[in-house]
């Protein structure tokens, strides 16, 4: 039956507040054993004279015999743990990307130039996929989730799900085979995949407006995404249908109580997702509803709403309300993040793991498998990407949506072009601290060059240098967008500071030229007037050239400086995608004669009030200044005059801090 959508009127007076906080994870119940454990092993090594239990040729005393429970415990402290990350995070969920098709073109998920697609030959085969997902199912992963792009497109998933393929990992571990659909071609393929294994069902739906759908999507098939969530509900061999809606300022944030009515008659589950940055979707801050808000807007409506007892690991905040046959949540990464509980793992459509989905880190296991790697050699490489997970994704403001794959290509929630745009880093953060935490793990594992093999397979964009930085940092190209087109960095989400920056520059005379600029060169400094009101002098001001020296078109030196103001302000006019319209404060120009090398040294400060840094304008005003210099006097010196040594010698404020460059 379709799901009912109510509106009501009912105003209701009485408040409501929920606490926001999430479960905390309790203590491991086996640490204690794990420490009685270690210890009688200690001593029964100790009285055999064995330096470790591992490798050890001599068997144990029969008096020295363990409790079974804690022969459990040995055996998984020396067997390796390859989906355990140095966090102690238990990745037992794995989602597999089939494809990066879509029929869709929802605007934040697929960048509007859209992408370039992976070749056939690039994206895993049904084959690669079984493996790949039954070596994850024999190292713990109880549900793995399909999604895209959008899977259904995929040729031959009706039958990949089927008891010889994926369904056949349940014999192995496997609990929960899932997919997340739009639902545009779903709902005849739906109950063949029902009866085929498919045991859970997410359906991303934005808007319950056939024309503003047409907007989000930018394509036609409302009715049909309708169908296919009715088929859904109407499966009793579905455990669950989830409708995933991700909930945008001013787009369809008014529709949150619609969606929760839909809950009522039905058991289905609508969980509300923050807005979140991936390339080209043009994320904002403004742009982001934060569930709290949400929430305070449906405890307004239903007062009587309960939260729900949530599980460890789930994404999403649950709620009920008395008498509805569903529920509601939230899935706050954005405001709330849950990465202290994460336990999903990654596979792209192209056979690439990412071990968080805000990070742009990526290896290949589809060039191993290719390459012959075997099953133990594929989960070294595992076991590295998952011990290189960070503790937590940055801040909204601080994810790097540049160079991390649009969510199409990722298989979020919801190429080509895109992965010329990767940089390759050899070696990832925090591997010291890795190998120190898991030194049993690599001894048991015996890496040798398939490890040091998988450090070099790395693709990343965002990795920023900690205590434990191995190797230089990582490259990027701040200026592009996911089709490798320039694009302007957007600064609209960052806070106005105090900036400045101070670029030099030197540009070369001959002898006669020198003089002729510098008449005086032995004791002068030339300083420019500032260009705002606070004023920077010379100790010593430049003697005006004699007469019958001075050059045609006038003193150089004095030119050159107001060249280099001009040039400072019209920075955005000759460099395109520098901003326009940088609030500058300050603006000091100075010329040092230097008359062992026949020069002239310019040094210029630039300062403004605003959002982003001004090392291009003090870089273009030297330029500037030094292009002046030669175009005075290149009729006496052209051949021989050359600009050089011109770089950012020191820049304060903003994001990166102070710094100073060594000499």
């Excluded at 950012?648 to 404020?653: C, D, L, N, Q, T």
């Amino acid at each position: 039956m379709r799901p009912v959508i109510q509106t009501s009127s009912v105003v209701f007076r009485r408040s409501f507040s929920i606490s926001s906080s999430r479960p905390v994870a309790s203590p491991d119940p086996v640490t204690s054993l794990q420490h009685t454990a270690r210890a009688r092993i200690s001593a029964i090594d100790a009285r055999l004279g064995k330096p470790e239990l591992k490798g050890s040729s001599t068997p144990l005393s029969p008096a020295a015999s363990l409790s079974a429970t804690e022969i459990g415990i040995l055996r998984d402290i020396h067997q390796p743990q390859p989906l355990v990350d140095t966090f102690r995070r238990t990745h037992d969920y794995l989602r597999i990307s089939l494809t990066e098709k879509c029929n869709l073109r929802c605007f934040y998920c697929m960048p509007k130039e859209g992408i370039e697609l992976s070749p056939r030959s690039e994206i895993l085969s049904d084959d690669e996929i079984i493996r790949l997902g039954s070596l994850f199912v024999r190292n713990g992963v109880k549900k793995i989730r399909l999604t895209g792009g959008e899977p259904t497109l995929r040729k031959g998933i009706v039958e990949l799900i089927d008891k010889g393929r994926l369904s056949q990992l349940h014999s192995l571990g496997l609990q929960s085979i899932g997919i997340t659909s739009n639902g545009l071609a779903m709902h005849r393929k739906l109950p063949q995949m029902i009866e085929n294994g498919l045991t859970h069902l997410n359906l991303s739906l934005d808007t319950l407006s056939p024309q503003r759908f047409e907007q989000i999507t930018r394509r036609k098939g409302y009715d049909a995404v309708l169908k296919t969530l009715n088929v859904a509900l109407s499966s009793p061999d579905l455990r669950s249908v989830k409708l995933n809606t991700v909930i945008m300022k001013g787009v369809n944030d008014d529709e949150v109580l619609d969606f929760v009515e839909m809950a009522r008659d039905v058991a289905l589950i609508v969980r509300f997702i923050e807005f979140m940055p991936f390339s080209g979707n043009d994320w904002e801050k403004y742009k982001l509803v934060p569930s709290s808000e949400l929430l305070a807007r449906i405890a307004q409506r239903y007062p009587s709403m309960e939260k729900t007892k949530d599980e460890l690991n789930d994404t999403a905040r649950s709620y009920t309300i008395p008498g509805f046959k569903g529920s509601f949540g939230f899935i706050s990464s954005m405001s709330d993040h849950f990465c202290g509980t994460c336990n999903r793992l990654r596979i792209t459509a192209d056979g690439k793991i990412k071990v968080c989905l805000f990070d742009g880190a990526e290896i290949s296991l589809r060039d191993q498998m290719r390459g012959g790697a075997s099953d133990q050699q594929l989960m070294n490489i595992i076991g590295y990407a998952v011990g290189n997970k960070k503790e937590k994704h940055d801040a909204m403001e601080d994810i790097d949506a540049v160079v991390n794959r649009p969510m199409i290509l990722i298989g979020g929630l919801g190429a080509r072009g895109w992965r010329r745009n990767q940089v390759t880093q050899g070696v990832m953060r925090s591997r010291s601290r890795y190998l120190r935490r898991h030194a049993p793990l690599f001894r048991s594992y015996d890496l040798g060059e398939t490890h040091r093999s998988a450090r070099m397979l790395f693709t990343t964009a965002s990795s920023r240098a900690d205590e434990d930085h191995v190797g230089p940092p990582a490259e990027k190209l701040t200026h592009i967008d996911a089709s490798g087109h320039p694009a302007m960095v957007n600064v609209s989400h960052k806070a106005v500071t105090h900036r400045s920056a101070t670029a030099t520059g030197r540009i070369y005379l001959t002898a006669n030229s020198f003089h002729l600029v510098c008449p005086n060169s032995e004791k002068n400094t030339h300083t420019s007037p500032s260009s705002s009101t606070s004023t920077s002098t010379s100790a010593t001001s430049l003697q005006e050239p004699t007469t019958e020296k001075t050059l045609g078109k006038g003193p150089v030196l004095p030119t050159a400086q107001l060249a280099a103001i001009l040039a400072a302000k019209q920075t955005s006019n000759l460099i395109p995608l520098c901003h326009s319209g940088m609030p500058l404060t300050h603006i000091s120009v100075t010329f040092t004669p230097e008359p062992e090398t026949f020069s002239v040294k310019c040094v210029v400060t630039v300062e403004c009030d605003g959002k982003t840094g001004v090392e291009m304008e003090a870089l273009v005003a030297v330029n500037g200044a030094l292009l002046c210099v030669w175009d005075m006097i290149k009729a006496i010196a052209g051949r021989e005059m050359r600009i050089a040594d011109v770089c950012v010698m020191r820049k304060s404020g903003g994001k990166s801090g102070d710094w100073v460059r060594e000499v």
